[in-house]
């Protein structure tokens, strides 16, 4: 993969991340018991299901938890999955992955985490922090709460990662929340990062003064690509830009039932706004600085509240983030969490099949564009 002003190539071809969030949790389990084991039978059931739906990426969640939260001399003694074999997986079904590193870790650390997941072809590009001038702006508690110091990890994360991958030069990414993007100061102030993703879950604030569904008729990034554009040519700041997350979840908290058509709707709104800005799919003189993104999520992940063994609603802080009681974050997912995938030949849902319409949605935008 090699980066050229807003442009993305692998093998010299413009690439554009048809991606989804990967976070191998089954149910009643959470990030501190699953394995090995169980990380490779989720992906031997998800990559040919995603593969269906043109997904060419996924952004890996489970460094979340690759590193222990407690000091410790050596990467092999916190590391709990050594194994890579689910890479494997994916990179026999031509899909590639993102890395994120989105904890502060010593020095030693990350260079064997590095020099552990380099060689392996499904690894197009890494990612340090998460959303960190936001809610996490300490970078998950492994900082003081000061969104400087971020920066400063990040920039000095961001260059042991290309001294340890100097070899393959992989470029580096960081995800950055979608408020103030832009005007943050943060954009020119980083040349490590070679590109930048954005985490957008735009037209949820027009629900607030909603009852009964907090959906928009027509979800869109609205004037995020225009405005990152404008500023980036203003101050010759030209780098990628991905969405590290976007889309809806299938439940509504107010009226407490499944709202499968509207995700749907929603992502196939969201998927097309972005392809309309895409570097690669774009009319040409228009405002397109993105390279594609990730769908928040492909599956539900019941251990993020309460009792992991089921799908909870109400779910305080999870359930309840960023806007009053608008999402739940056990929801998120283009297919449940049971993996029932016998729908797939019928291309369309069926109750009890884990696919959701939005998956279909996905899956048929990308027929037609590729």
């Given at each position: 993969?090699?980066?050229?002003?807003?442009?993305?190539?692998?093998?010299?071809v413009s690439f554009h991340i048809r991606g989804v969030g990967w976070n191998p949790v089954d149910k009643g389990k959470d990030q501190n018991n699953i394995t090995d084991a169980d990380i490779l039978k989720?992906?031997?059931?998800?990559?040919?299901?995603?593969?269906?739906?043109h997904i060419n990426m996924v952004r890996l969640f489970i460094n979340d938890i690759a590193i222990a939260d407690k000091p410790c001399h050596c990467f092999a003694c916190c590391r709990r999955f050594m194994n890579t074999s689910f890479m494997d997986v994916f990179h026999a079904h031509n899909i590639s992955i993102m890395l994120g590193i989105p904890k502060k870790i010593s020095d030693a650390d990350l260079r064997d985490?590095?020099?552990?997941?380099?060689k392996h072809p499904a690894l197009l590009f890494w990612s340090v922090g998460n959303v960190w001038n936001h809610y996490n702006s300490s970078l998950y508690g492994t900082v003081t709460n000061s969104t400087t110091?971020?920066?400063?990890w990040i920039n000095h994360a961001c260059n042991i990662i290309k001294e340890t991958d100097a070899v393959f030069g992989r470029p580096v990414a960081s995800v950055y929340g979608d408020e103030g993007f832009v005007?943050?100061?943060?954009?020119?102030?980083?040349?490590?990062?070679?590109?930048?993703?954005?985490?957008?879950?735009?037209?949820?604030?027009?629900?607030?003064?909603n009852e009964d569904s907090y959906y928009p008729d027509n979800l869109t990034f609205t004037t995020?690509?225009?405005?990152?554009?404008?500023?980036?040519e203003e101050h010759n700041v030209i780098k990628p830009l991905f969405m590290g997350e976007y889309g809806l979840d299938a439940y509504?908290?107010?009226t407490r039932s499944f709202v499968l058509d509207e995700q749907a709707a929603a992502i196939r709104n969201m998927v097309a706004d972005l392809d309309?800005?895409?570097?690669v799919h774009c009319a040409q003189g228009a405002h397109c600085p993105a390279s594609g993104g990730f769908v928040f999520e492909w599956a539900d992940e019941w251990w993020k509240d309460k009792n992991a063994h089921i799908q909870n609603v109400g779910s305080g802080d999870e359930g309840c983030g960023e806007l009053p009681c608008l999402y739940n974050e056990e929801f998120f997912g283009m297919v449940d969490i049971h993996r029932n995938y016998t729908c797939l030949p019928s291309g369309m849902y069926k109750r009890g099949c884990s696919l959701r319409p939005a998956y279909f949605a996905y899956a048929t935008h990308y027929q037609f564009v590729l």
């Open positions: 993969m090699a980066v050229f002003g807003r442009n993305i190539t692998v093998d010299g989720l992906a031997q059931l998800d990559a040919p299901v995603m593969a269906a739906a985490l590095v020099q552990h997941f380099q110091e971020a920066v400063n005007m943050s100061g943060h954009l020119d102030t980083m040349p490590c990062i070679d590109l930048w993703g954005a985490q957008a879950f735009r037209g949820l604030e027009k629900a607030a003064s995020f690509f225009y405005d990152y554009y404008k500023w980036t509504n908290e107010r309309a800005h895409s570097i």
